[in-house]
């Protein structure tokens, strides 16, 4: 017999529904068709080449979804004792371990949920240090103006002052700034190195020197690590932290605000503030361990040790390319972003500037400004038009220091016939530009939604959706 009766005829008349939920009645044909079909009404790194800058969209293997969804993994509760999760604890061990390796750093702190929060986890280590050797003076963060958003906001939620620097022509960091900002009020500065732009700082181990010297500690911003991992080593050129965006550089789907993590990579001197806990192996016991008995520890960023999903995904990337294909993903990557600004730098309107001539790393700066003052195409336009041939737009406007700015980072995955296929419809849609410009104004006419409204999207978002309207 049925162990739950059915209560309807309890239930008072006025709580009973008078007619049946408003509910789609479909088949499972029909519900399969509608979501392939919404999957498809948008762009993803699945479907055609995804330019979006800084971003590093690559392709994020299916077996890393596999692995994340192990029932095991999927059904452990993160109050367990250690002993009954001895498997998950050496996975989150190894990737430490792993990025240690990557990085040159000495320990690692998977906790961090995206970049913006490795940033601010690391800035809170960067107070606890000072404070501890009786320097809370030092109360200022210097930022290259070519610094993603993230980094000044960062520093004023972790209660520091900023303090922007200009970059020089070349879009490097200018030394002399540099010395300028430094002072006994300085925490410490926050780089991106691969820069924005995607060229190296080639100074910056005079430039970790410097600010060591005035008494801070450097930040290294390490979005851009598919510009140069496996190839050197971060902690070498004279950084005290950095953060990876794992969810970019080794491959978890993102954007949207989905769940990332931003791990941070830290020197022995500042180990000891890290969040607890920290994951521990001892080796005399085989045994994995979470270390919450951390005294100079900052408080806690996210609870338990971070998005393990995530770290899952990273991992079994890394695994997967090894130490070798670690380093060929990063030379691919840079490859690829050179041979098509080389493709771009063909095309009559369109520049590259600062450094110019200046090999990039994994992504370049292309700007319109000619195609503009002649044919009145902007930036925002030309993104806009690619949507039209299947390719996901480039970052636009930003970094801020160069007008126009079309940030285009190809990644690892395109082949030489993807790149030419993006080549060429830059090419041809600079051609509408001085042909039918009023086309470009309109476009793109292929995707599900035409032109939406940008600034009213991003002020007054419609989040929610109702099934049935009165
Ligand atoms: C993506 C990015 C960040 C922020 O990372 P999130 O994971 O999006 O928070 C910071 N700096 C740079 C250069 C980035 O590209």
């Known amino acids: 017999m049925c162990p739950f009766p059915d209560v309807t005829d309890k239930l008072p008349a006025e709580m009973k529904r008078k007619e049946p939920a408003g509910l789609p009645e479909l088949s499972e044909a029909e519900i ?28 994020n293997p299916k077996i890393n979804e596999t692995i994340a969804r192990f029932p095991k993994f999927v059904n452990i509760h993160p109050k367990q004792p250690d002993a009954t999760v001895q498997g998950s604890l050496e996975l989150l061990y190894r990737l430490q371990e792993a ?83 430094l002072s006994d009020k300085t925490a410490g500065i926050m780089i991106t190195n691969p820069n924005t732009i995607g060229v190296f700082e080639k100074d910056i181990v005079e430039i970790c020197k410097l600010v060591h010297e005035a008494g801070g500690l450097v930040y290294l911003d390490g979005a851009n690590l598919n510009g140069i991992m496996g190839v050197v080593l971060p902690s070498e050129m004279g950084f005290d932290v950095m953060h990876a965006n794992l969810h970019k550089t080794f491959a978890s789907p993102h954007g949207g605000g989905g769940p990332g993590s931003g791990a941070i990579m830290v020197t022995k001197e500042l180990e000891p503030f890290l969040p607890a806990p920290v994951v521990k192996y001892d080796e005399a016991k085989d045994y994995y361990y979470q270390e919450y008995d951390l005294p100079d520890a900052i408080d806690a960023v996210h609870s338990y ?138 476009a793109p006419f292929r995707t599900a939604i035409s032109k939406v409204d940008d600034v009213t999207a991003n002020r007054s978002p419609v989040l929610s959706w109702k099934m049935m309207e009165d």
Do not use: W
Request: negative net charge; aromatic residues 8%; proline residues 5%.
């Open 32 to 59: 399969v068709r509608h979501y392939v079909r919404l999957s498809q009404m948008n762009h993803g790194v699945d479907l055609g080449p995804y330019l979006l800058g800084s971003c590093t969209m690559k392709y």
């Open 99 to 181: 990025l240690k390796a990557i990085s040159g750093f000495d320990a690692t702190s998977l906790h961090p949920a995206a970049g913006a929060h490795g940033e601010f986890t690391a800035l809170k280590v960067f107070k606890a240090y000072h404070k501890k050797n009786g320097q809370g003076q030092r109360t200022e963060i210097i930022i290259p103006d070519s610094a993603h958003g993230t980094n000044p906001a960062s520093s004023i939620l972790a209660g520091f002052s900023t303090l922007e620097i200009i970059s020089g022509e070349d879009g490097l960091i200018d030394i002399e700034a540099l010395k300028g900002a």
């Open 305 to 442: 040790y971070g998005n393990f999903g995530v770290c899952l995904r990273a991992l079994a990337y890394i695994y997967r390319l090894g130490g070798d294909g670690i380093r060929e993903a990063c030379e691919n990557a840079v490859l690829n972003a050179n041979y098509l600004m080389h493709r771009f730098l063909e095309l009559d309107g369109i520049e590259v500037p600062r450094a110019e001539g200046v090999p990039r790393k994994h992504e370049f700066i292309a700007s319109p400004v000619p195609l503009k003052e002649e044919t009145g195409i902007s930036a925002m336009e030309i993104a806009k038009a690619m949507l039209d041939y299947q390719i996901h737009c480039p970052t636009v406007y930003f970094p801020l220091i160069v007008p126009e700015a079309l940030m285009v980072e190809p990644t690892e995955i395109e082949s030489k016939i993807s790149l030419d296929y993006v080549a060429d419809v830059m090419a041809e849609i600079v051609r509408i530009a001085r042909e039918d410009p009023e086309k470009l104004h309109k």
